[in-house]
């Protein structure tokens, strides 16, 4: 059953509220080896200590709000270490992190930390069979996020952010491109069966040399329609081992090394795309324009060590720090939130909007008690319950023709009760006395 994942899509308007808002930072960084040791990483040329104190200047110099990451060993007490050590450092006390999910056979995980002050994690999936039934490399982390709007009450939703996390399979070999196309045909095919078109990034190392891939033409391609990524940096390129994209590129930062990978840099490898409804900037979550950044990256470093020359991307502190952690650059990019700030006369503004020519062509609604009854004439549609602070207090696909609804858990009170599709809407304000 797919979820509802836009919320307060009327109550969040300027008839009820007027609006600020928030930015909140997305990163995506490839950890090199965190808590892994193999027999080229190890535990002198890739100490988890001294790690620890390059990630740290890293994100208090990025300060990202929702954190992924790629290349954690596999337990919970490397995503712990990361809380302890390098985010909630220093009085700082907002990061939560997620459960790490698995395929049971991998020894590299994703992880996602966020700030809990911010965001509430609401989801947690995992993407790991490729439409063929075989199994994905390593799994594709889903976490459904919904913003905490401050002039809202404790627990209320405004809006949700989706995000995909992924470290597709390396390599340049053709099973290596067929593995990364098996893994993001598996993830489009998840979100289209699981969620409504909505505010999705998908980000991670993607490992992929160009935009011709099959991996990249599967998030982005038009078959998907309104479940189609959009890249915010490079709209459809050669990007990898081309100097002209030089600025995008995030790996490698070494020219030559035993752990980290060697070449300079010359392959965006690291990626974060976005879905239609935030870069149209037309809803609640929108992408901020030219904030998507590969974090130390000049444009000046192609084929080049991070540290060669000049570099004034970011202080100096962070440009070592940045080359001795991984042989991967950070990106980052931002998202603008609306808020509601102030609450008008909530009854009022309901009225009104009850009263408007919404054309109720596919809709009836009725009320029996602690019951209500949604009929439906349509095909697929959505019911939805608000109280008058527009907080969704339940939602769900309308199943059938009729559909009776059991409000009897909610506290006495009066609800708007909404039923909409692609083609029309009803709005009814009823009592419900518990």
Same mark, same amino acid.
């Given at each position: 059953m797919k979820i509802a994942v836009t919320l307060v899509f009327f109550l969040a308007t300027n008839l009820l509220f007027a609006q600020s808002y928030d930015t909140l930072r997305v990163m995506s960084y490839n950890l090199l080896y965190y808590g892994e040791v193999t027999n080229f990483c190890t535990s002198t040329n890739n100490n988890i200590n001294d790690k620890d104190g390059y990630f740290k200047t890293i994100a208090s110099y990025t300060k990202p709000d929702i954190l992924l990451v790629n290349e954690m060993g596999a337990n919970q007490i490397y995503a712990d270490r990361i809380i302890a050590n390098v985010l909630n450092v220093d009085g700082e006390t907002r990061y939560q992190r997620a459960n790490i999910q698995n395929n049971s056979f991998s020894s590299l995980v994703n992880g996602v930390f966020y700030d809990k002050k911010k965001l509430a994690l609401h989801r947690l999936e995992k993407v790991s069979i490729a439409q063929n039934n075989s199994n994905l490399v390593r799994v594709i982390d889903v976490w459904s996020f919904y913003y905490k709007d401050p002039n809202l009450s404790e627990g209320s939703d405004t809006a949700f952010i989706h995000l995909a996390g992924m470290h597709l399979k390396a390599g340049?070999?053709?099973?290596?491109?067929v593995d990364r196309g098996l893994a993001t045909e598996a993830l489009m095919n998840y979100l289209e069966t699981e969620y409504e078109p909505s505010y999705f990034i998908a980000a991670g190392d993607m490992n992929m040399k160009s935009s011709n891939e099959s991996a990249y033409q599967n998030l982005t391609n038009n078959s998907f329609g309104e479940y189609k990524f959009y890249d915010p940096l490079i709209p459809n390129e050669m990007w990898s081992g081309a100097s002209s994209f030089s600025y995008s590129h995030t790996q490698s930062t070494h020219t030559s090394g035993s752990c980290a990978s060697g070449g300079g840099l010359d392959d965006r490898f690291d990626?974060?795309?976005m879905s239609g409804q935030i870069m149209e900037d037309t809803g609640m979550v929108s992408y901020v324009s030219d904030s998507y950044i590969a974090v130390g990256n000049d444009g000046d470093h192609y084929n080049l060590s991070l540290l060669d020359g000049t570099n004034n991307s970011a202080p100096a502190t962070v440009l070592s720090a940045l080359y001795d952690m991984s042989d991967h650059l950070p990106v980052i990019a931002d998202i603008s939130v609306k808020q509601l700030t102030s609450v008008t006369?909530?009854?009022?503004?309901? #009225?009104? @909007?009850?009263?408007r020519s919404i054309d109720p062509m596919n809709w009836q609604i009725e009320?029996?008690?602690?019951?209500?009854?949604?009929?439906?004439s349509g095909s697929s549609g959505w019911v939805f319950a608000h109280d008058l602070t527009g907080?969704?207090?339940?939602?769900?696909?309308?199943?059938?023709?009729? #559909?009776? @609804?059991n409000l009897s858990k909610l506290n006495s009170g009066f609800y708007v009760i909404t039923g909409r599709d692609s083609e029309s809407s009803l709005s009814r304000k009823v009592f419900i006395r518990n």
């Open positions: 340049s070999s053709s099973s290596d491109v990626i974060m795309l006369d909530t009854t009022d503004s309901l #009225n009104g @909007i009850l009263s009320v029996y008690g602690q019951q209500v009854e949604v009929k439906y907080r969704i207090v339940y939602s769900n696909k309308q199943i059938g023709k009729s #559909n009776r @609804i």
